[in-house]
């Protein structure tokens, strides 16, 4: 168990970190973390990592798997945007909502929409990859991340 | 000019995809080229993002239920390959049952008592109970079992100093023989269990 407690050491915040950018709340997050890290002690065995960064890679893909499978469960919660925030964003002066920042922002975004756009955009996976993990098709994953893209840009304002 | 780019058509370009088209016309197009860097910096921005900690240790959890998993895997693997063993212990433990009911119709001594309860404390060491890992439910009977043997014990210790009669004497004997027993068939029983 002491190499499998190394491992969670050694990852524990960059799967915590991933799961809390696709995850709703911290609490998500933390299940996420601990579901991948069960999964990851599990089959570490029948892991055939080749080359440097194979291991984050793997490690990374289960964790954006968990966190997909929990938003697929909870039926995705649809609601582009978290309705109380957009209302307080809107009654607030025009310059202050365009000072919105970026980490702000991203949190305004649905679930799915914020997923497809940290693991296309941060995490640099593919469409193909992104539809896979998530059941959709390709080009859905590419209209949710030129739609959360167009939320940003708006959110944001020109001077993000 | 054509019209604008859309917002996939501007990313498709950002990424190194889109239409030959698509391309052409970022090229020509200031405006949609600005967008195409703005994309850039937004990605970049993302990227920059802080790394958030987790609140809590997540370690003892993932440990506990990963020895869960480990104890019910080795007890199915272990389950088929047992069957031999399991049903070979069974006989032993039938005709050891048959011997000790032959032995209760007979009338007690304490001399075959004594004996008795020797060659169980020699059967106990030979599954060599300590190097066992327990169900907490095994190891709350055992541990029973064994402070009901040490009561017995001390009984017997206090009986044989005050000069107890013999049949006092041997009623402790049986109490002991007859928990000893019970010990044995708790270990043997987790023994066909684990596959020994």
Redesign the interface.
């Known amino acids: 168990?002491d190499a499998?407690?190394q491992v969670?050491?050694a990852y524990?915040?960059?799967v915590?970190?991933l799961a809390?950018?696709i995850c709703r709340s911290?609490e998500d997050?933390?299940d996420v973390?601990?579901e991948t890290?069960?999964e990851v002690?599990?089959s570490i065995g029948s892991f055939r990592g080749e080359g440097p960064g194979s291991l984050t890679a793997w490690i990374k893909r289960v964790t954006s798997s968990k966190a997909l499978m929990r938003l697929r469960r909870e039926k995705y919660r649809e609601t582009d945007e978290l309705v109380e925030d957009g209302d307080a964003v809107a009654r607030r002066d025009p310059d202050v909502a365009l000072t919105l920042d970026?980490?702000e922002a991203?949190g305004r975004l649905s679930e799915r929409s914020r997923a497809v756009?940290?693991l296309h955009?941060?995490e640099g996976y593919t469409h193909e990859d992104i539809a896979d993990l998530m059941g959709m098709t390709v080009s859905f994953s590419?209209?949710q991340?030129?739609?959360a893209?167009?939320r940003?840009?708006s959110w944001?304002g020109k001077e993000? | 000019m054509a019209p604008h780019c859309t917002m996939e058509e501007l990313l498709a370009v950002r990424d190194g995809e889109g239409t030959s088209v698509a391309h052409r016309h970022v090229d020509q197009c200031p405006t949609c080229r600005a967008e195409v860097d703005r994309l850039h910096q937004v990605a970049a921005a993302l990227r920059a993002l802080p790394a958030v900690r987790p609140p809590r240790d997540r370690w003892p959890e993932v440990r506990a239920q990963v020895l869960a998993t480990r104890r019910r895997r080795r007890w199915v693997m272990t389950g088929w390959g047992s069957l031999a063993a399991a049903a070979a212990l069974a006989l032993i433990v039938g005709v050891r049952a048959a011997t000790l009911q032959q032995a209760a119709t007979r009338p007690a001594n304490l001399d075959s008592l004594v004996t008795e309860s020797q060659r169980l404390e020699e059967a106990l060491r030979a599954y060599d109970p300590t190097s066992r890992v327990l169900s907490g439910r095994a190891a709350s009977t055992i541990a029973q079992l064994e402070d009901r043997i040490a009561l017995v014990d001390a009984q017997l210790n206090e009986a044989q100093h005050s000069g107890a009669s013999k049949a006092d004497l041997v009623n402790l004997w049986q109490q002991r023989v007859q928990l000893m027993n019970q010990l044995v068939n708790v270990h043997v029983t987790r023994a066909a269990y684990v596959g020994l």
Do not use: I, N
Request: with cysteine; charged share 30%; proline share 0%.
């Open positions: 168990m499998l407690e969670y050491r524990e915040g960059t915590y970190s809390r950018r911290a997050a933390e973390m601990q890290f069960f002690c599990r970026l980490e991203l756009v940290w955009d941060v590419k209209s991340l030129a739609r893209h167009a940003l840009k944001l993000q």
